[in-house]
């Protein structure tokens, strides 16, 4: 069974960094490109970056471009999301998900950036 | 970017009534498109992709059909545990836009 976790969320102050984690069993994560997607509170959907599987291409919203950097480690079957610059607009559940996303999602993390 | 625009926003309905949505993409996207059912406090579901696939484990009640840039959702007997939002997603480009969701209420 496929399963992603997610970890690493919490409060930061505007300017902050935070690293989420995903950590992926079940599947083969090596063959899978991996996607990132967050959720305001309140709102919608909103993609934030993916990452092919050997990390030959890497693309993010224009929202984070420059302040977000996402990597894997496919050895340790694991997604990342250093998040940089981090602003009140920000806030939101991010949740780590394979591509194609009908493979599996993660349960989320809360980010929350206030002062 | 490629815009996604979902109707209607909001619909009030009746267990056991065929619901029908619609999700309009700003540009062809052939058959890259998703479907995502999300109840609060949870994890979006995906119940449709490649814009007529049944998710292994989804209720048959769901089906999708499109492509190019207008396609839809039907639940053919809305059952009490179908409310929640519903949203499309285009995978063919990135940024890999959703729509603004459509909320279902009893």
């Given at each position: 069974e496929v399963h992603l976790v997610e970890s690493g969320g919490g409060l930061v102050k505007p300017g902050g960094s935070l690293r989420l984690s995903c950590a992926a069993s079940g599947f083969t994560f090596s063959t899978y490109s991996m996607i990132w997607v967050r959720q305001a509170p309140g709102k919608g959907l909103e993609w934030v970056s993916s990452i092919g599987y050997n990390s030959g291409y890497i693309y993010y919203a224009d929202s984070v471009k420059g302040r977000f950097t996402v990597s894997r480690d496919n050895g340790k079957n694991s997604l990342y999301l250093q998040m940089d610059s981090l602003r009140a607009e920000d806030t939101a559940v991010y949740?780590?998900?394979?591509?194609?996303?009908q493979v599996g999602w993660g349960q989320g993390t809360l980010v929350t950036v206030s002062s | 970017d490629i815009q996604m625009t979902q109707s209607p926003s909001s619909l009030s309905a009746s267990v056991g009534d065929r619901v029908t949505f619609t999700c309009r993409a700003s540009q062809n996207i052939?058959?890259?498109?998703?479907?995502?059912?999300?109840?609060?406090?949870?994890?979006?579901?995906?119940?449709?992709f490649a814009a007529s696939s049944l998710q292994s484990g989804v209720s048959s009640r769901f089906s999708g059909s499109g492509s190019?840039?207008?396609?839809?959702?039907?639940?053919?007997?809305?059952?009490?545990?179908?409310?929640?939002?519903?949203?499309?997603?285009?995978?063919?480009?990135t940024p890999y836009t959703f729509g603004q969701g459509t909320k279902v209420e009893i």
């Open positions: 949740y780590c998900a394979t591509l194609p996303t | 052939t058959t890259f498109l998703n479907w995502y059912q999300q109840k609060p406090g949870k994890a979006p579901k995906v119940l449709i190019g840039t207008d396609f839809t959702l039907t639940i053919s007997s809305l059952q009490p545990e179908d409310f929640a939002i519903y949203y499309c997603q285009q995978s063919y480009r």
